[in-house]
């Protein structure tokens, strides 16, 4: 994990948070999906699919707003750690 943290370009807390939802929806979803199935609970094995589905979509349509949003974070992280990083220069 620290290695994949060190190639994503968008800092560590971006790619926590992404790998994080990723696996958690991924894990709630086919545990639920197979809870279901076996149940034959069928309404309620599709809806978790389809909210899945609705929040894919939602994703890329709002996609270049959660792109400036990471984008704004990262340059928040950036001005923190520069100023740190000076600020050890100019007293260390």
């Known amino acids: 994990m620290v290695l994949s943290a060190r190639l994503w370009p968008h ?3 971006a790619f926590l948070l992404i790998a ?18 076996r149940n034959s609970q069928y309404w309620e094995l599709f809806m978790p699919a389809g909210i ?5 979509f939602l994703t890329m349509f709002y996609r270049n707003a959660i792109e400036q949003w990471f984008r704004k ?3 928040s992280h ?13 007293n260390g």
Do not use: P
Request: net charge positive; proline share 0%; with cysteine.
């Open 52 to 56: 899945c589905i609705v929040f894919i």
């Open 20 to 37: 994080t939802m990723g696996r958690f929806l991924g894990t709630m979803t086919l545990t639920l999906g197979g809870s279901f199935f």
């Open 11 to 13: 800092g560590k807390i």
């Open 78 to 90: 950036l001005r923190k750690t520069r100023c740190t990083r000076d600020h050890v220069k100019e």
């Open 73 to 75: 974070i990262r340059a």
